[in-house]
């Protein structure tokens, strides 16, 4: 069976911190891919990344900075000096299936940053 | 700008009601999917299709059913609905064989009274 565990329900952080998004997965598949996606108060999930289980290379991209690590099946997310408008639902999902590209997701993570 | 849009951002139905929520994409995408979303569950599967007139279900399909007869619109029926099925719902679409990325719709965030 597939899963997306994200054990932080909610974190709180002051601008300019550094916040860390954990997320666990659980699959028996050697192809699969993982995501994350930002969920603001409007309401529609935003794709931030994609990573496949063959690239354990971690990703920079701005303030944003992923760690995918398969020995521990993780792929965290840190955002680097957050800021208001950081605050989201931030969801990490999984994908096993091949063509039809059903999405697993965790529970999520909601992320309030204040001024 | 490639979209994904839901015919309504609020909905308030009544119980018993039959309720249709549409969605249509402009990618060409031959996957669509909906989700249901309810805090501290995150996005569930209801049902996906990968094909005009295919469908299948996901992990939650009780007390729903859905159509597709054009390959850019995915619509999400509730035959009768209840006061459990008051929660947000999230289209999808994605293409078939491709990068798994999904796209999403800006949800529907339905009421049942």
């Known amino acids: 069976a597939q899963k997306v565990t994200q054990a932080q329900t909610e974190i709180s952080v002051v601008e300019k911190e550094d916040v860390t998004l954990d997320c666990v997965y659980e699959?028996?598949?050697?192809?699969?891919?993982l995501f994350w996606y930002k969920q603001p108060p409007s309401g529609e999930l935003v794709f931030l990344i994609r990573r496949n289980s063959f690239d354990e290379q971690n990703e920079i991209s701005g303030r944003y900075s992923w760690n995918f690590q398969k020995s521990t099946s993780s792929f965290n997310f840190t955002i680097t000096a957050s800021q208001v408008v950081d605050s989201a639902v931030y969801f990490c999902a999984l994908s096993v299936s091949g063509n039809t590209g059903k999405l697993i997701f965790g529970q999520g993570t909601t992320l309030q940053v204040k001024p | 700008d490639v979209k994904v849009t839901q015919s309504s951002r609020y909905l308030v139905k009544r119980t018993g009601e039959k309720v249709f929520l549409e969605c249509v994409q402009d990618?060409?995408?031959?996957?669509m999917f909906w989700y249901r979303q309810d805090p501290g569950l995150g996005l569930r599967l209801i049902y996906f299709s990968y094909d005009v007139k295919m469908k299948e279900k996901g992990d939650i399909p009780e007390g729903y059913s859905v159509s597709r007869e054009k390959k850019e619109r995915f619509s999400l029926i509730l035959e009768s609905a209840s006061t459990n099925q008051t929660s947000m719902y999230l289209c999808?679409?994605?293409?078939?064989?491709?990068?798994?990325?999904?796209?999403f719709g800006q949800g529907t965030r339905l009421t049942v009274v």
């Open positions: 699959t028996r598949d050697t192809t699969y891919y």
């Open positions: 990618m060409d995408h031959e996957n």
């Open positions: 999808a679409s994605s293409l078939w064989g491709g990068v798994p990325e999904a796209f």
